[in-house]
C-alpha cells in the first residue's frame, strides 16, 4: 500500500492555505489532531522561525507502522503548529476540532 501524503502551502500574506492529499478530506482533521497530540510532552522548541511568506508543511503518513512524518519550512515547531491549528479551523470550519 502507498504511503499517504498530505502537502499544506499556507502564503501569510494572503491568509491563503492549499493543499494536495491522497486522504480522504473527511479524516484531514484526525490526521493533523493526532500528529499535533504526538507533539505534546516534547519540550519547548528555542529556534527562530523562519520569517516566509509562503509556508510547506508536509506530512507522509505510513500505514504500517502508523507512522507519521512532518517536514516543514517554519524553521520552529510552534509555528509550524500555530499554521496547522489555522488550517484546521479554516479549512474544516464545520468539523468539530
Known amino acids: 500500500m502507498d504511503n499517504l501524503f498530505l502537502n499544506i502551502i499556507f502564503d501569510i500574506s494572503e491568509d491563503e492555505f492549499l493543499y494536495s492529499t491522497n486522504i480522504k ?3 484531514i482533521p484526525e490526521i493533523i489532531e493526532t500528529f499535533l497530540r504526538s507533539q505534546i ?5 528555542d529556534s527562530k522561525p523562519n520569517k516566509n ?3 510547506n508543511i508536509n506530512f507522509e503518513i505510513d500505514l504500517s507502522f502508523d507512522n507519521i512524518k512532518c517536514n516543514s519550512n517554519c524553521g520552529n515547531f510552534g509555528l509550524r503548529d500555530g499554521i496547522l491549528l489555522h488550517f484546521l479551523k479554516e ?3 464545520n468539523e468539530k476540532i
Open 41 to 45: 510532552g516534547k519540550g519547548a522548541d
Open 25 to 27: 478530506e473527511t479524516e
Open 53 to 55: 511568506e509562503i509556508y
Open 91 to 93: 479549512e474544516f470550519k
